[in-house]
């Protein structure tokens, strides 16, 4: 494949991405609000990427790993994501992420390690294993939203 045509097939997908996440943040101001929304669309964005690869027969299995370890980079750089005061807005966050800061913490803490559980297994070439490790990526990102993030987008 030539590089001009590499070029154009990545540059039309910058455009659609890019386009999307204006159109859902363009009303909102508080950075703090469109900065954690924006991290947790890349991670949405490597989930969606990996069950093509995992569930629907996508070819990449090389970029398991990246997608992966990528997820957890993006989390790292959430830093302070849920200041006081920021409940108010065009976000999804339930009151309880600030009144039971303790229990959020804690499910933060639970999808890192599942994102790690599915890093260390992900160069394996054992599908099934990589699989049952995605799954509980997923379940850890579920049970926090079943708690503590508003439902609808
Ligand atoms: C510790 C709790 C927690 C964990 C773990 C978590 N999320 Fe979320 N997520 C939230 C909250 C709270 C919001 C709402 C943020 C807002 O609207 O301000 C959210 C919002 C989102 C959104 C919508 C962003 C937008 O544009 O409004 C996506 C997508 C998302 N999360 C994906 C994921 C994925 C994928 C995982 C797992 C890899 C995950 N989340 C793990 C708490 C969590």
Redesign the pocket.
Known sequence: MGTSLKYLAVCALCTISTSTAIA?TSNEKNPY?VH??GI??V??GH?NTLKSILMLGHPAKADISYHAKA?LEAFKHHGDAFPEGTHKGK???KKS?WTDSEG?KE??QM?GKA?MELIEVSESGDLKLIKTKFAG?GK??KG??DD??KKG?
């Open positions: 859902h609000i954690r929304q947790y669309q991670a949405g989930m997820m976000t999804h966050a992420v959020f499910q933060g999808a994102i990526v850890s990102c926090c939203h503590y993030r987008s």
